[in-house]
Nanobody, 121 residues
Framework: QVQLVESGGGLVQAGGSLRLSCAASGNMFTIAAWGWYRQAPGKQRELVATISGGSTNYADSVKGRFAISRDNAKQTVTLQMNSLKPEDTAVYYC????????????????WGKGTLVTVSS
């Protein structure tokens, strides 16, 4: 089975940086894409960044401050967050789209349990 584990969250001051990581465990699958989402208090979950192949995409609110990258060999994805703002405070969730290496396998999404990022002012 596929499991995702996020790490790197914590408490930082505004203007600081954090690096989030997410590792996929399991086998018999290939990772087609990664995404980071976040859910702030009182708000709906929103897309932060995605990476598929060599293509990346970012929410307007984080462009120029966040960077997503992946290591295919290690089956991990990272989110480097710089110039953090209080409005970045949220639970950050790792998401991956995988393709099972089994007959008739289809693309499926998996989610991590989330890691809390708190930015103080």
């Amino acid at each position: 089975q596929v499991q995702l584990v996020e790490s790197g969250g914590g408490l930082v001051q505004a203007g600081g940086s954090l690096r989030l990581s997410c590792a996929a465990s399991g086998n018999m699958f290939t990772i087609a894409a990664w995404g980071w989402y976040r859910q702030a208090p009182g708000k709906q979950r929103e897309l932060v960044a995605t990476i598929s192949g060599g293509s990346t995409n970012y929410a307007d609110s984080v462009k120029g401050r966040f960077a997503i990258s992946r290591d295919n060999a290690k089956q991990t994805v990272t989110l480097q967050m710089n110039s953090l703002k209080p409005e970045d405070t949220a639970v950050y969730y790792c998401n991956t789209k995988i393709h099972p290496l089994v007959p008739g396998g289809q693309f499926r999404d998996y989610w991590g349990k989330g890691t809390l990022v708190t930015v103080s002012s």
